[in-house]
């Protein structure tokens, strides 16, 4: 089993859809969570942390299940400019190292 | 702000040459990564440095050989290039460990060929 699992996708959306993304870990040991935005052919970029209340950050809100070990993103209101691939990351208490998911594309058009 | 700063962009090699990937930061940061990433896939830890003068194994770093003179500077070697090593290749850095609100902060990239 992966580390930490996403849904591929791609997810196809209009334009103001609410999407969501879901992410499984599986290390239990699990401490900090993030969601990464990478643009094609670009860098990965912090989107936000993911804290164990539930976090927002505008249309963009994380939650988190440590029961079940997933965690999630969810994008209100979408634009084209929110078409990339989102990464769930992992990083397990007491390692200096981040587990990236392979990603979620997200396609949104007009 | 340079924050990361890879080099080269771009490289294609032949099949048994060596090359070192640059990386240096101007972010004074301790924790230095190096990733790869394949077509459709997520990226996997190379090599690893807490600060200047070690360094740690990731998932992947057979072919590998990475050094950590200075803080700034975090070099990538491949030895004899293999086709299994095109990818594109990502040097991150962080202040501290990469906990809450201490994001890894990543470069352009180097596309790497190998032919």
């Known amino acids: 089993r992966k580390e930490v699992e996403q849904d591929p996708g791609p997810f196809n959306v209009p334009e103001g859809a609410t999407v969501a993304f879901n992410c499984t870990y599986s290390?239990?040991?699990?401490?900090?969570f993030f969601w990464y935005r990478q643009d094609c052919r670009k860098e990965p970029k912090l989107l936000m942390s993911v804290y164990s209340s539930g976090n927002e950050d505008g249309r963009f809100t994380a939650q988190l299940n440590r029961a079940s070990q997933y965690i999630s993103l969810l994008i209100r209101d979408s634009k084209l400019s929110d078409s990339a691939t989102y990464l769930c990351?992992?990083?397990?208490?007491?390692?200096?190292?981040?587990?990236f998911g392979t990603g979620t594309r997200l396609q949104v058009f007009p | 702000n340079a924050g990361v700063t890879q080099t080269p962009k771009f490289r294609i090699l032949k099949i048994g040459q060596s090359m070192t990937l640059q990386c240096t930061q101007d972010m004074n940061h301790n924790y230095m990564y190096w990733y790869r990433q394949d077509p459709g896939m997520g990226l996997k830890l190379i090599y690893y440095s807490v600060g200047a003068g070690i360094t740690d194994k990731g998932e992947v770093p057979n072919g590998y050989n990475v050094s950590r003179s200075t803080t700034e500077d975090f070099p990538l070697r491949l030895e004899l290039a293999a086709p299994s090593q095109t990818s594109v290749y990502f040097c991150?850095?962080?202040?501290?460990?990469?906990?809450?609100?201490?994001?890894?902060?990543f470069g352009d990239g180097t596309r790497l060929s190998i032919l």
């Open positions: 991150a850095s962080s202040y501290y460990p990469p906990t809450d609100n201490q994001p890894q902060h």
């Open positions: 290390n239990s040991a699990s401490q900090s």
């Open positions: 990351v992992v990083n397990t208490y007491n390692t200096d190292k981040l587990i």
